[in-house]
């Protein structure tokens, strides 16, 4: 009888040691424990498996992200657009989803209509463009949409927010000319270097070719491959070539971040796509008169948000920096006696928009400080009688250290320096 045996072996007893010690750190970082602690969100098995619900600090993390991806793609010409989640199935046929990608998905029917609810956000998108003629003036056309959208991933992959059967992408959709092609690309990847620098990630990057399961024709995907390939070589990027595992639309160049335990992880993506222009129609009037067809760009800058939480969550092991924590300070009073102050120093930090929590509970102080530590929360401001008689508070810091007493006033220009270097 054969018995099938895994094992790892390692060169040295320090190699071993040190994958023992990530694997230990790996655990204690683990989004879905860090989540549950943190009250970050929940995976209920009731609701369904693979579906998140978020709670109230969660919640606010992922709308301070959302927020700032508004004003990022705003700041860079995107128009923000609203798509639908479920369309008819003669367009999801139309774009060749329903042929390589129906597994995935998920269908309803209305009215004696087959419906399919939205994998991905590219088919309103066009919808937008062809709503009216367009002319290479108008182009580039950049459509930004924080899409909601739902796959039917298989029970086994199911990772709390890393794998999920719904979730909300950062997805735009660049319609350009065959000569802007170039320049939209580099400035997509420009972006994404901006934004990993902002979070706090190094990156790798991967061009991936065509798959044996794909659409279109051999010129057209040899026109998309050399685009993203210039455009990394103009870049002066470094990248890997990953042979047959682009979209089935079109090749894409992946970007891996990795995290503080060096794993990486799938992040954003740029897609160079002629083919859904052409099965959509798509054209603008060139310069001749002439209708010609336009050049679609698919592009993520985060990815899924549900994903770069999780991995966000694991990178700072929850201690997140002060300018994205859900709360940045937390209001300790010494004594009931000290209420009044602590109401009066909580509404002039929430007025001038610092995230803030109140612990007025009757406990012992160090209890209360124990669990503003377990709670990661980058500031715990203490008030006693000595803060109440000189209209103080006297901060400290997430990794232990007293910043003496300081004016209320203070307080908020070192939060609001601090939130403005992304510290």
Partial sequence: MLQRIYGTGFATPEEMAEYIALVEEAKKRDHRKLGRELDLFQVNEEAGPGLIIFHPKGALLRTIIEDWEKKEHLKRGYDIVMGLQIL????????????????NMYFTEVDEQIYGIKPMNCLAHMLIYKSKIRSYRDLPLRYFELGTVHRHEKTGVLHGLMRARQFTQDDAHILCTPDQLNEEIRAIADFVAYAMDIFGFEYEVELSTRPENSIGTEEDWNLATTALEQALKDN?????????????????????????????????????????????????VGPDGEKHRPVMLHRVILGAIERFMGVLIEHYAGAFPLWMSPVQAAILTVTDNHIPYGEKVYKELVDAGVRVERDFRNEKLGYKIREGQMQKTPYLLVIGEREVESGTV????????NLGAVDVKEFIDIVKEKCSNYE
Avoid at 88 to 103: I, N, Q, R, V
Avoid at 265 to 276: G, V
Wanted: charge should be positive; hydrophobic fraction near 25%.
């Fill in 394 to 401: 006297s901060p400290r810091q997430r990794g232990g250290k």
């Fill in 236 to 284: 002066k990027m470094i990248y890997d070539v990953n042979e047959g595992d682009g979209a089935f639309y079109g090749p894409k160049i992946d970007f891996k971040l990795k995290d503080a335990l060096g794993r990486k992880w799938q992040c954003a993506t740029i897609q160079c796509d002629f083919t859904l222009p052409e099965r959509f129609d798509l054209s603008y």
């Fill in 88 to 103: 008819k199935g003669e367009l999801w046929k139309k774009s060749g989803h329903f042929d390589h990608y129906k597994d």
